[in-house]
């Protein structure tokens, strides 16, 4: 039988939800083509780590090639789909190239939403992608080496716009990092002049969390010198700072914004039914509404009662998606999607976390920490970046190292006039 003949199984976006399906195909008769704006995949819930120095961006990146030696039947594209031709069973990418597929997996997820909020997008930085954190992180040590040379603002204000899981990890993570490395790093520095302020719209933290862990995760931020500025809507981000609901202004010198997600901008070309936050319409077996060999899962897909937009959902989605395509091939209806809850964890810091778990279970403090830890390292793709990642927890973490923590940085702007050699003229090139 020629390869051609094989049916053939496109998969968009080789995050949680897209490796999930492929691995769930590994054994079936298709062929399956994953597709990927990006090399590699990123793991998101470690993204905050590499913005505050603690890990390095390879350490949560995989390179999505390297699935194909584990499994035989895929292959990898890198690309951007811009259009689907159901009619045709066509995926178009923006390189003008056509897949053909028997079926679809839409796995693209999503991307920040600035709420139309005037500023947000020229002056925020967003936290979405791998370059994202980095330029963060080079932002932050930038700022620090002014402050140091005297070249700029003595103070650096760290305002962050969101409190739920991301902006409580990263408010945690940048007092740990204040507290623990750059007191020793920048003598020349007031460590009172280094704030982190985090803004957030309603009365208290992490919204999908019991009480008792919200009231935990606030009480932990403040006992680490985090500002706590709640009921506090941003309302427009200008280059120094925010302004709030009250019409208060917050002065800052860099805004991180952590809230806010909505479908890419090219997925309304697609043709699809898309719903709140442009997320696509699907039925309860992931099929996409009014489509057949089109389904939808992750974080870019809502069915009448949405899930939450997690790793799991996603996981759980791309297996069960991968299933009813086997069982399609072999004539037999597709099954209903029950989403299986194991709970969701957030940390504040070292020995600090929060968990819920299934049956209403919470936990809080260092146990919650520990777990957190280990299902992290276990979530990661690959034995290197999960040795990696324990090594350089173990660094920022460990009580007997504490003292000794330094952070990874990255480039930095010169900070002083002609701080620097002239750029090679490649390296500009380059920047174009
Ligand atoms: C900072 C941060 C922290 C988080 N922390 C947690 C956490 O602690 N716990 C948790 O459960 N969840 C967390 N999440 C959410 C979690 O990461 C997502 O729910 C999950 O990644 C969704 O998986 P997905 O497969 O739907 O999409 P993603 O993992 O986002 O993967 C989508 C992939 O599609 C690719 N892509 C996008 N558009 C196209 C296109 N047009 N063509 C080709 N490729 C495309 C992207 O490059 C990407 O690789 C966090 C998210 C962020 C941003």
């Given at each position: 039988?020629?390869?051609?003949?094989?049916?053939?199984?496109?998969?968009?976006?080789?995050?949680?939800?897209?490796i999930?399906?492929m691995?769930?195909?590994?054994?079936?008769?298709?062929?399956?083509?994953?597709?990927d704006?990006?090399?590699?995949?990123?793991?998101?819930?470690?993204?905050?780590?590499?913005?505050?120095?603690?890990?390095?961006?390879?350490d949560?990146?995989?390179?999505?090639?390297?699935?194909?030696?584990?499994?035989?039947?895929?292959?990898?594209?890198?690309?951007?789909?811009?259009?689907?031709?159901?009619?045709?069973?066509?995926?178009?990418?923006?390189?003008?190239?056509?897949?053909?597929?028997?079926?679809?997996i839409?796995?693209?997820?999503?991307?920040?939403?600035?709420?139309?909020?005037?500023?947000?997008?020229?002056?925020?930085?967003?936290?979405?992608s791998?370059?994202?954190?980095?330029?963060?992180?080079?932002e932050?040590?930038?700022?620090?080496?002014?402050?140091?040379?005297?070249?700029?603002?003595?103070?650096?204000?760290?305002?962050?716009?969101?409190?739920?899981?991301?902006?409580?990890?990263?408010?945690g993570?940048?007092a740990?990092?204040?507290?623990?490395?750059?007191?020793?790093?920048?003598?020349?520095?007031?460590?009172?002049?280094?704030?982190?302020?985090?803004?957030?719209?309603?009365?208290?933290?992490?919204?999908?969390?019991?009480?008792?862990?919200?009231?935990?995760?606030?009480?932990?931020?403040?006992?680490?010198?985090?500002?706590?500025?709640?009921n506090?809507?941003?309302?427009?981000?200008?280059?120094?700072?925010?302004?709030?609901?009250?019409?208060?202004?917050i002065?800052?010198?860099?805004?991180?914004?952590?809230?806010?997600?909505?479908?890419?901008?090219?997925?309304?070309?697609?043709?699809?039914?898309?719903?709140?936050?442009?997320?696509?319409?699907?039925?309860?077996?992931?099929?996409?509404?009014?489509?057949?060999?089109?389904?939808?899962?992750?974080?870019?897909?809502?069915?009448?009662?949405?899930?939450?937009?997690?790793?799991?959902?996603?996981?759980?989605g791309?297996?069960?998606?991968?299933?009813?395509?086997?069982r399609?091939?072999?004539?037999?209806?597709?099954?209903?999607?029950?989403?299986?809850?194991?709970?969701?964890?957030?940390?504040i810091?070292?020995?600090?976390?929060?968990?819920?778990?299934?049956?209403?279970?919470?936990?809080?403090?260092?146990?919650?920490?520990?777990?957190?830890?280990?299902?992290?390292?276990?979530?990661?793709?690959?034995?290197?970046?999960?040795?990696?990642?324990l090594?350089?927890?173990?660094?920022?973490?460990?009580?007997?190292?504490?003292?000794?923590?330094?952070?990874?940085?990255?480039?930095?702007r010169?900070?002083?006039?002609?701080?620097?050699?002239?750029?090679?003229?490649?390296?500009?090139?380059?920047?174009?």
């Open positions: 039988m020629s390869q051609n003949r094989t049916p053939h199984v496109v998969i968009v976006g080789g995050g949680f939800g897209g999930a399906a691995k769930a195909l590994a054994d079936a008769p298709v062929r399956v083509t994953l597709i704006r990006h090399v590699y995949n990123m793991f998101q819930p470690l993204m905050y780590q590499v913005a505050t120095g603690g890990l390095n961006a390879g949560v990146t995989y390179f999505l090639r390297s699935l194909r030696a584990k499994q035989r039947n895929a292959d990898f594209r890198h690309g951007l789909l811009v259009g689907i031709d159901p009619e045709h069973r066509t995926a178009i990418m923006s390189d003008g190239e056509n897949l053909q597929y028997d079926y679809l839409l796995a693209n997820g999503v991307n920040t939403s600035y709420f139309g909020t005037p500023g947000a997008y020229e002056y925020a930085y967003s936290m979405y791998r370059s994202q954190a980095l330029r963060i992180r080079d932050l040590f930038t700022r620090l080496e002014q402050a140091a040379a005297k070249q700029g603002p003595d103070e650096i204000r760290v305002v962050i716009v969101g409190g739920g899981a991301t902006g409580v990890e990263m408010a993570a940048l740990e990092l204040r507290d623990q490395a750059l007191k020793d790093a920048y003598p020349e520095i007031d460590p009172s002049k280094i704030t982190i302020t985090l803004v957030h719209r309603s009365a208290e933290l992490l919204k999908p969390f019991a009480p008792r862990l919200r009231r935990y995760a606030a009480k932990m931020l403040r006992k680490r010198g985090v500002e706590l500025r709640l506090s809507g941003v309302e427009e981000v200008l280059q120094n700072g925010v302004r709030v609901a009250s019409g208060e202004f002065p800052a010198e860099q805004v991180i914004w952590a809230t806010g997600v909505a479908a890419h901008k090219e997925v309304s070309n697609w043709g699809m039914p898309q719903t709140h936050g442009g997320r696509i319409e699907i039925n309860d077996d992931l099929r996409v509404k009014g489509q057949d060999r089109i389904f939808a899962i992750g974080d870019i897909a809502a069915g009448d009662d949405p899930l939450p937009q997690l790793a799991q959902p996603a996981i759980q791309g297996k069960h998606a991968g299933e009813q395509i086997l399609l091939l072999h004539g037999k209806p597709t099954e209903a999607f029950h989403y299986f809850d194991k709970g969701t964890m957030a940390t810091g070292t020995n600090a976390a929060v968990a819920q778990l299934r049956g209403g279970i919470t936990m809080i403090g260092p146990l919650a920490w520990l777990v957190w830890v280990v299902i992290h390292i276990a979530s990661l793709l690959g034995n290197g970046n999960r040795v990696s990642t090594t350089h927890f173990a660094v920022r973490y460990l009580w007997a190292l504490r003292k000794r923590a330094i952070p990874i940085v990255g480039d930095v010169p900070v002083r006039p002609n701080g620097d050699r002239e750029p090679d003229p490649w390296a500009l090139q380059k920047a174009e």
